[in-house]
């Protein structure tokens, strides 16, 4: 399939929400993130995702990080506008405030709080597709309690609503479907790899458009995509391995993740502390020094001139 420059490529990360000392959106900072990432060679970002604790934010402060972004990048990035919401009526109302604020994509959630059969979510996804029919939408299914949705149930959606045009999954062993999503849609739907990009090496050969990922490991998992992509397979491996433990253990739970994303930032010399919103994880004294010991590992990958992972310049926090 040839990809035109409009379309969502590669690594797509999500950008975390910074906060001050007393928990309130850190804008400044938010703006860093954004100049981060165009510096690393990053094509696009997304939030308030899953890894931008969107679900401590209020509604008004979801539409405000996007419209910070939105304005911040200023046509030098896309912005995947995340606008979750378990009601239909509020995530429209969310989806079109992002739309307004000139969000490029809008990216939405299958809303999974309850089991509900396909023709319930069908109604929601439908409907919400329709509301915003202009703009291309990402749709996300993360069903830790079971099977996302079918690859006939994402034909038909495809079908019947041309703006549905990237699809984000995120589950173990999932290649064999990926394989089906492709041969079925006719690789009309971008796929893309959530979970870290803990299984992008397995998935890239088959077809998947990019992955989203944290943002601080965002640079060098863009270069690893573009080795495996190139067909360079074992300095694609060599780099993502030396990555990876980092990526795994701040995995294994949401809350720690946010806490390691943001100490790996601060290592980076782009933001200044690691505060989420309460209730978040308290990571104990092992667990800290072992953060401290894989950020260190990751830093060593980006002095290493062999991996040419592009230098970040003018985003440091100012002293």
Not at 110 to 128: D, H, Q
Not at 190 to 200: K, Q, R, V
Request: hydrophobic residues 45%.
């Amino acid at each position: 399939m040839i990809h035109t420059e409009n379309e969502l490529l590669g690594v797509v990360p999500i950008i975390p929400t910074p906060f001050t000392e007393d928990e309130e959106i850190d804008q400044d900072a938010l703006r860093r993130l954004i100049d981060f990432a165009i510096a690393g060679g990053i094509q696009a970002v997304c939030l308030p995702a899953y890894a931008s604790e969107f679900y401590k934010l209020t509604d008004e402060e979801k539409l405000l990080v996007v419209k910070v972004a939105v304005q911040h990048a200023a046509g030098r990035i896309k912005i995947v506008a995340q606008s979750n919401h378990p009601s239909l009526k509020v995530a429209i109302k969310l989806a079109q405030a992002n739309v307004a604020a000139g969000a490029d994509v809008i990216s939405l959630a299958v809303p999974r709080i309850f089991a509900l059969p396909e023709n319930s979510l069908k109604v929601y996804l439908e409907e919400f597709l329709q509301a915003i029919p202009d703009t291309p939408v990402l749709i996300q299914d993360f069903n830790p309690g079971g099977s996302s949705i079918s690859v006939n149930f994402i034909k038909t959606l495809m079908d019947e609503n041309p703006n549905f045009k990237y699809l984000k999954l995120e589950e173990p062993l999932c290649a064999p479907k990926f394989e089906d999503i492709i041969k079925t849609t006719k690789d009309q739907i971008g796929l893309f790899e959530g979970w870290g990009g803990l299984y992008m090496l397995e998935l890239i050969p088959i077809g998947i458009r990019g992955v989203m990922p944290g943002l601080a490991v965002a640079d060098i998992l863009q270069r690893v995509f573009t080795l495996r992509s190139q067909g360079e397979h074992a300095k694609a491996f060599d780099l993502f391995e030396k990555v990876m433990p980092q990526i795994f253990f701040s995995l294994q739970n949401m809350e720690l993740f946010h806490y390691a994303e943001k100490e790996l930032l601060i290592a980076r010399g782009v933001l200044s502390n690691s505060i989420a919103r309460k209730a978040a994880y308290i990571p104990d004294a092992s667990s800290v020094a072992y953060i401290k010991e894989l950020n260190q590992r990751v830093l060593q990958i980006l002095d290493d001139e062999s991996w040419e992972i592009r230098p970040l310049e003018n985003i440091l926090v100012k002293s």
